[in-house]
Structures are given as structure tokens and as C-alpha cells.
């Protein structure tokens, strides 16, 4: 009740905020530049209308926060409370940057006698609506800035705090990063058009707003990265996942791109040897494609180091091979998907050589740089990426068996076998339909044949892919299974059930059967006499009732006893378990049983973060799969030349 109480506060606090705030912005915009004249009589009501609705809002609910901060440790260290801090800083210091870096780039145009509505950013805006906005920007973020510093010299819990802040340092590093990107990416444009002569005409404008993106961008990026790296020092920041996915992001969306890019200028220089293009045009047709692989391919090569570095000092052995592991996976699937593209490229070809010949014109050319780049960029990303993790696979001992028993590999091989099926259904149903169209109509188009052997060639290659990786998920499922199962055989377990949960026991023992009949289970009660070698049993499992008042000797023999303690809280009376939930607590004990006798480190259930910690979690994968499937769509665009 008192989170969606302190939410609606702070939501209320933020909206109004910013309704106050651009009321201001507009008002004094008004003054400056309309003088309260007729023109600007919808925006002097506008502004005023803002100001009157919003301030008395704001004030009522920030003042609350403050007060309920003032005299509740739980509301001054609640996670929203710093999500709207830094909230409130970055929708004070975003728009602050963006007028900068719109105000130094009319400067520039106009500083070149050139038309400042050329501008990437406020083209038809003035010099004073850039300063009033970015003024008062600077004092209101000024204002939260002083408060929030205020807030952590005196908070008792600084750990959600410093969750939020290094979300929000990240966000500056990708904002400054996006800017310093297109930047360079301008000039670089500029600069490869020089010798064609037609730069300073049309591109002149262009090279003036890259020039201001890097200028504002470079130092911004320093800044923000140099406080990432200094942040380092400090224990609250150690061992973050949150950078650990940041500058994994950051290091597949450089490569995505640079293979992209690869993709496409090694079509346009094939393209050029086959047409006989001069050397002139194709560098002109590639110059946009290089300008932006560049700068990517440095993001990678410069986070791609970073990464590594911190994935292998992961703090534990388990955490950096599942991190390489989805590297690798992610790079095998691209560079599969690639080299399928580029076969069946390859097969249509040949269909179409075989029997139409090869009076094409151009296209013959085109076709062939298209399926000779493409299998050049695919075919050795696959094979990189899949041959060491097919070497582990088939490796004996710890790391074969963890490599196998890989959830990432698992989907990985899943999601190859869903996508081969689907393209084999695709191609399989094409394939029927032309055959029995042609059978039933007795209508042929002129590339009947050729299209029904490339439907057939395309059916054989996606059931080649399905099989393959069949075999490999079968192979794989069987040596982790003798694994495993031999594991289980080997691990005794002891269960000691009390009086009063008479059928624990059994219980218990129905519930590792569920999970594997290789488990076996030995179960005594309290009062039957105890293993003298206690440590021929790996794990125990007994009532939270038991444990707490166990009798005497059992008391002296836990003392004495090596391997795990397994604790179940009772399945019915008026204990109430804090953490885990108790309706199935049997269920819950056999696996963690199981995940024992496996070699595994259990794997609690989720307990300890808010709603809104998952929330957060939620919308921030959401939001690297967008910008992961965006950089991919890239480099499929720049491979395909599309």
C-alpha cells in the first residue's frame, strides 16, 4: 500500500515538475522574443496556464516526499525516491545539453555564411531560447543536484541509491556515446566525399552538425566514463551486472555493425570487379557505409577489451562462462543465419546458371558479389564462434558437462531447430503449392523449373541445418544425462523427520521421485539411532521445527555433520517463513536436493527485490533487446544492401 501510495507521489512530483518547469521556460521565451504581443498570445496563455495549474501541484506533493523523508528511514531510502532524483536529472540536464549543442551548431552554420535552419538540432529556434532553456534547466537540475547530495551524506541504506545511479551513468555513456557516433560519423562522410568535389556544394552543412554532435559529445562521453571507471573503487559498484550488460551491448552492436558494414563493402567492391566499375565510384558508393563502420568498429574493439577484461574477473567461474557463452552464441547465430542466406543465394545461382544460362546483364554480377560477401562475412563468424564451443562440448569432465548442461546453449540449439523447421515448412509449402498448382492448371511460368529445384534445394538445406543441430542436441542430452545420473547414484541423502510431521518422510521421498528416480533417500526418525559416519550422506534434509529443538542427540550429531542442511518449514500450522514461498515446501527441498547431488549451487526462488526492482529489470532487457535486435537489423541492412 505505501509503495503505490510513495509512487503516486513521486509520478505526480515528476509530471507537474515538468509542467512548472517548461511553463517557465515558455513564459520567459514569451517576454524575451514576443513582448506580450498579439502573436504571442497563445503562448503567454499557454506558459501561464502551466505555471497555474502545475505549481501548486508539484508543491503539494514534493513537500510530502520531503516531510515523509524527513521522518521515515523506508521512505528516505525507497528505491523510487532515488529513481526520481535522477529522474528529475536527467530531464533537467538532457534538454540543457540539447540546447548547448543546438545553439553551438547555428553558431557554427552561421559563422560559415551558411542557412542556420541547416541545423541537426533547433534549426528555427534563437539564440534565446537557448539560453532561457538551458538556464533554467541548469537551475532546477542545480536545485535537485544539491538535494540528492544532501540525501547521501545522510542515508542509513545507500544500496538502492547507487543501483539507480549507475543506471543513470550508463544512460549519459550511451547518450554521449550516440553523440560522438553520428558525429564522427558526419565528418567522416565529409571528409571521404573531398576528393569527388562535391563536399564543400552539399555536404558543407553536414560536416558543421558533426562537428558540433563530437564537440559536445567527446567531452561528455569522458566525463561519464571517466565517473563509471572511478565508481569502480567502490564496493557499492563492484561486481555490477548492469555494466557488465552495458558493455556487452555496447561490444555486439560494434560488431554487429562493423560485420555489416564488411558485408556491404565487400559487395560493392566485388560488384565494381565484376561490372567494371572505376575505382572512384565505388569508393563513393562505400564512403557512407565506412563512415559509420569506423567509429563502430573502434566502440567495439575499445568496450570489446573492456569486456573481456571484466567478464574474466567475474567473481565467479560460473558467471564468466555463462557471459562468454551468450557472446559466443549470439556471434554463432548471426554468423549462421548469415551463411544460410548465403547458400541459398549460392543455390539459387546455380539453379538459374544451370538452366537459364547466364545472359543476365548486370545482374549476373550483382548476384554473385551478393552470395560471395555474404558467405565471406557469415561462414567464418559461424565457424569462429561454433567450433570452440562444439570442442567443449565434446570435452570430458567439469567444463564438458557445464558446457552441455548450458541453458544458453540449450536455446540456442532450440531456437536453430524451431528456426530450421519453420524454414523447411515454409519452403516445403511453396514447393507443394507450385507443384500442385502446375499439376491441377496445367499452368507453368516461364521460371517454373528454376523455382521449384530452388524451393527443393532450399527444403534439403533447412532439413540439413534441423538435423544437424538434432544431433547435436541428442548427443549432447545423453552424455549430460549418464552424467547427471551417475552423479545422483553416487550422492547419498539422509532426511530426519520429527513426531509432529510424522510424514515427512514421505512426503519427501515422493517428491525426489518426481524430480529423479536416481536420487535415493534414506529417512529416519528422531529418535532412531543416527549414522556413526555421518559424512557418507552429501546432503540433509529436515523439519525447521526439528532443527530448532532438536533432541540431545541429535543436537551433538549436527554439530559434528559436514555436508548440507537442507531446512523445510512446516507444511501447515502457524509458522510463517519469511523468504521462499512455504505451499510446497517438500517440492522445494527435492529440488534444491537434486540441484545438490548434481554438482549444481542451489538456485533460490526469488524473494528479495521489490516489485518494482523487477519491473525495472523488466523494462531495462527489454530495452537491450531492442538495441541488440537494432544493431542486428543494421547489419543485415548493410549486408544485404538494403
Known sequence: MRTIRRFYFYLVAFISLEV????????????FNGSLTFSSGETLALALALLLVGTPIFLIHWLWAQRAAAHDVEEKTASLRAVFFYAALLATLVPLTQNVLALLNRLALQAARLEPSRAIFGGQQTTSDNLLAALLNLLVGAYFWNVLRGEWKTLPEKQDFAD???????????????????????????????????????????????LALALVGAPLWAFTWQSCQRALSDELEQGSSLRLGALFLLTLTGIAVSLGATGNILYQILRAAFLGSSLSDTFRLISGTLSLALPLGTIWAYYGSWFSRESNSAAWKSRRAGIRRLYVYILSAAGLTATIIGIMLLLSFLVDLTLNGTDWGDLLGERLAALISTLLVGLPLWLSAWRPMQAEAAADGESGDSTRGSLIRRFYLYAAIFASVIGSMISAGGLAYSLLRAGLTGETGPNFWSDTLTLALAVALFVTVLVYHSLCLRRDSGRAGDTLAARRKEFRLLAISSDAEAAFGARLT???????????????????????DSSRFGALALPADLALNPPPALKTWLETYPGFRVLVPPASGNWLWAGESPRRPEERAAQILRQLAEGETPRPSFSGNSAWTVVAYVFAALFGLQILFGALMLMISLLTNF
Do not use: C
Open 510 to 532: 515422493a517428491a525426489l521421485q518426481r524430480q529423479s528416480a536416481d536420487l535415493a533417500l534414506t529417512v529416519l526418525g528422531a529418535d532412531e539411532a543416527l549414522p556413526a
Open 20 to 31: 512548472v518547469l517548461w511553463g517557465v521556460i515558455g513564459l520567459a521565451r514569451t517576454i
Open 164 to 210: 539507480t545511479r549507475r543506471l543513470y551513468r550508463h544512460l549519459w555513456l550511451v547518450y554521449s556515446l550516440l553523440m560522438l557516433i553520428f558525429g564522427a560519423e558526419k565528418i567522416l562522410a565529409y571528409l571521404f566525399n573531398l576528393p569527388f568535389g562535391s563536399a564543400v556544394d552539399f555536404a558543407l552543412p553536414e560536416l558543421i552538425n558533426g
